[in-house]
């Protein structure tokens, strides 16, 4: 392993969102938090309380999951566009490192962004509501391996997308809608029992599920189901990674 | 044996090239750059410049044959064979926002260099980029954007350089600027490739010159070599009385009537060997013994510049 190369990288990553502090800290803070304001306390009033937990705290792990979901993939995969848009990616193609250690350095510095978000935002949301964390461990674990696999796809959406409008399009249409219709802001028995089933089909459901399990021991489906399918989007998501560069899709003619 | 691989910092064996789309950049090209020489890569666009270097450097991938640096394979040993060059791209690429001492400085780290701020002001100062090592991309011209592209290559200490037209769109000045900031990097013992479509660059620059047309390598040759093996000479002769035809008793030399007949231009290799000499002391008796006077006469040697052109026309 070459580390002095990785550390470049992630450095510079990580260097490149500071000068951007606003953007990439301050406005996601405020996002989440108008959240909270609006359905926490403004609808919270009316909705007494979820699976006995008050709905203010109910939604604080669905929150913090949508921002790291978005954050994950619109930061792995600008930094992976922006260098190959400007042409400046030659420079990290022809260095003497491997693809993996390439993903090391983007991937490794978007999840420790996105991570860094989630715990601002956790750590925001107690100004609003209290809330305790069960089992804190596995907090971490799905935190982290939501935010890494999260990262790849955005690395992966930052490969594939030849313009700003194809790397806007699939968080735009396809993780935002997954999010909101994740059970983020609702537990899914709430659903009449045909809509139930469908959501099941959405990969979301089974990472909101898990993560609010880790906070307050109640869930939609098993929390091991959910540790199994997030390992499963990983896995997937490394695939499609080692494809990409095995055929040099994108990145080497 | 080993005296031979220090000599060649650089093999490339049969490389060829096929684009996705089916197009042939490289065909089969064999090239040996020799350690501490400056190789100028001449040809026109599209003649497949980039993408020798882009294979060379990593950024494309061989069709076929194989490029060893310093002996290490470059898609095998990629590690080895990168950690030894740097290159400078033909396009401004650049991070706008990015100050100039922080790119160079990520440079060097990415190419797993531990840190050397001495290392990088000398290179900032032999570029003349000190005073500007605070400012950002962005505010810099475009003189100066190369310059800076320049010292992110050298931040590694790169025993080979490769310079993709250094001074395409650049006026004379800056491109004198930056042929004296080659010359020095040779002089600090670095390896320089460089590609240009300018002949004058070639010839200013170049220790060989290597020709490439279509993705063919036509010919290596040293500078020198190149002038004088294809280099034709030729001597004009002013004559006192016009000609209507080359004369019968003049046909074996190789003549031909310029001026409406008032001038003769005789052409000869400019290298032709001793023995046999360049003919012009029988040209000179046979004009003589003809009864031709000649008023005065010059001689001239063809530039690289007719000689590159010649060579691209004839092989098409
Ligand atoms: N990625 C690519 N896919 C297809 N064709 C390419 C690619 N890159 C370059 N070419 C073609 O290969 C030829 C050689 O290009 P290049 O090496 O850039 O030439 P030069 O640098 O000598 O001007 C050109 O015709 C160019 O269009
Ligand atoms: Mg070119």
Request: proline residues 4%.
């Amino acid at each position: 392993m070459n580390l002095e190369s990785v550390k470049t990288l992630y450095r510079a990553e990580m260097a490149r969102s500071l000068r951007t502090v606003l953007q990439s800290i301050v406005s996601p803070v405020l996002s989440t938090s108008l959240y909270f304001v609006v359905f926490g306390a403004a609808i919270g009033t009316r909705i007494s309380e979820v699976d006995g937990v008050s709905y203010g705290a109910f939604i604080v792990p669905g929150l913090i999951m949508l921002m790291l979901l978005t954050q994950s993939v619109s930061n792995a995969s600008f930094g992976i566009f922006f260098p190959r848009f400007s042409g400046t990616i030659y420079e990290v193609l022809s260095a003497p490192m491997s693809y993996w250690e390439v993903v090391v350095g983007y991937v490794g510095a978007a999840a420790s962004k996105s991570l860094i978000l989630g715990i601002i935002v956790l750590v925001t949301a107690r100004l609003f509501v209290p809330y305790s964390i069960e089992h804190p461990l596995m907090m971490a674990l799905f935190l982290v391996l939501t935010a890494v696999t999260f990262s790849l796809l955005g690395f992966i959406i930052g490969i594939w997308a030849d313009g700003f409008e194809k790397l806007q399009l699939v968080p735009l249409l396809v993780i935002t809608p997954l999010t909101f219709l994740g059970g983020t802001f609702y537990s899914i028995d709430m659903l009449p029992p045909f809509w139930q089933a469908v959501t099941l089909a959405n990969p979301v459901v089974y990472l909101v599920s898990g993560f609010r399990w880790s906070f307050y021991g109640i869930s939609d489906v098993s929390p091991l189901v959910s540790l199994a399918m997030i390992l499963l989007f990983l896995a997937a998501a490394l695939a499609v990674v080692a494809w990409i560069f095995r055929t040099g899709y994108r990145l080497k003619p | 044996m080993s005296e031979a691989r220090d000599a060649t910092v650089i093999r490339v064996e049969g490389l060829s090239k096929t684009f996705a789309g089916g197009f042939e950049a490289l065909r089969a090209v064999d090239l040996e750059i020799r350690r501490g020489e400056i190789f100028a890569l001449l040809g026109p666009n599209g003649a497949g410049k980039t993408t020798l270097i882009s294979v060379i450097c990593g950024l494309v991938n061989p069709s076929q044959g194989r490029v060893l640096v310093d002996g290490h394979d470059s898609v095998q040993e990629f590690r080895e064979a990168r950690a030894r060059i740097g290159l400078v791209p033909q396009e401004l690429t650049n991070d706008a926002f990015i100050k100039v001492w922080d790119t160079v400085s990520f440079s060097r780290g990415l190419f797993g260099k531990p840190p050397d701020p001495a290392h990088i002001e000398r290179v900032l100062r032999s570029l003349s980029l000190w005073e500007k090592r605070h400012n950002r991309m962005i505010t810099l011209s475009g003189g100066m954007k190369r310059r800076v592209l320049i010292a992110k290559a050298l931040a590694h200490e790169p025993e080979i350089l490769f310079l993709d037209e250094p001074t395409a769109g650049v006026d004379v000045a800056l491109r004198r600027d930056m042929w004296e900031v080659v010359r020095q990097l040779r002089d600090a013992g670095v390896t320089i490739i460089l590609t240009t479509h300018y002949i004058e660059e070639a010839e200013e620059m170049a220790d060989r010159i290597g020709v490439i047309r279509s993705g063919e390598l036509l010919l290596v040759e040293g500078k020198h070599a190149l002038m004088q093996q294809l280099g034709r000479k030729e001597l004009t002769l002013h004559l006192r009385e016009p000609l209507a035809t080359v004369p019968e008793r003049l046909a074996r030399h190789a003549l031909s009537l310029a001026e409406e007949g008032h001038a003769l231009v005789y052409t000869y290799d400019a290298e032709s060997g001793e023995e046999d000499g360049t003919g012009i002391a029988e040209l000179l008796a046979d004009l003589e013994a003809a009864g031709i006077a000649v008023k005065d006469l010059h001689t001239r040697q063809s530039s690289l510049e007719e000689i590159f052109v010649n060579l691209v026309k004839e092989e098409a």
